[in-house]
């Protein structure tokens, strides 16, 4: 289970910069928001910390009751940074909240993810994933498939989406029982950056993706 920021780091979320995420503190306090996985320092000088996908949701999240209590980390995601974890699919235990709040939190540790993408990446692009993200390959999936609005599956395997790892390096299977769907789940992916083949496993004949951070 990760741990709440103190009050000290509350403050330095909270203070920000609104557009970059740039932080400002002592380095103390700034390597213990990166321990958390809140924070990231940049490898170009002059090596600047930045608020993570996880920090961007804590900041934006700072004006709901007990915000800045990070929850504990869920099984689909076990080195989440604590604070936020895409639904990947068949969850077994996955509360009902799937109303504005979580919206809210799906669509900001979206922005937080493109604006880590921008921070990370020499050129400044967003539309390819980043270093993050190819070491997180299935949430990062999960996230940019949740983000733009296609439904998860449930625990008892009805229609929505599941990603899982595969055998291959770099790459994730994405199913979905509905055909249309399949492909819809497709075209997000290739629009988040990512590419993405519809295959069919030879012993069920299921339809699957399977999908690949684009590198360039």
Do not use: N
Request: with cysteine; charged share 25%; proline share 10%.
């Amino acid at each position: 289970m990760a741990l709440s920021p103190t009050a000290a780091q509350r403050r330095v979320i909270a203070d920000a910069d609104p557009a970059t995420g740039r932080l400002k503190g002592t380095q103390a306090q700034l390597a213990a928001l990166v321990r958390r996985g809140l924070a990231f320092r940049h490898p170009r000088p002059p090596h600047d910390h930045f608020l993570t996908p996880a920090g961007h949701r804590v900041r934006d999240a700072a004006d709901e009751p007990d915000a800045m209590a990070v929850p504990p980390e869920t099984p689909a995601a076990p080195d989440a940074g604590g604070v936020f974890a895409a639904r990947v699919g068949g969850e077994e235990a996955v509360p009902d909240d799937a109303g504005p709040a979580r919206l809210r939190e799906v669509r900001g540790a979206w922005q937080g993810l493109l604006e880590l993408r921008r921070m990370t990446h020499p050129d400044g692009s967003t539309d390819r994933p980043c270093g993050w993200e190819r070491s997180h390959l299935v949430r990062a999936a999960a996230l940019a498939l949740e983000a733009a609005g296609h439904r998860p599956a449930g625990p008892d395997g009805d229609d929505g989406y599941r990603v899982r790892a595969t055998p291959q390096p770099e790459a994730v299977a994405v199913y979905e029982a509905d055909g249309t769907a399949l492909r819809d789940c497709a075209a997000t992916l290739e629009r988040a950056g990512w590419q993405a083949g519809e295959h069919t496993e030879p012993r069920t004949r299921a339809r699957y993706l399977l999908a690949s951070p684009r590198k360039v």
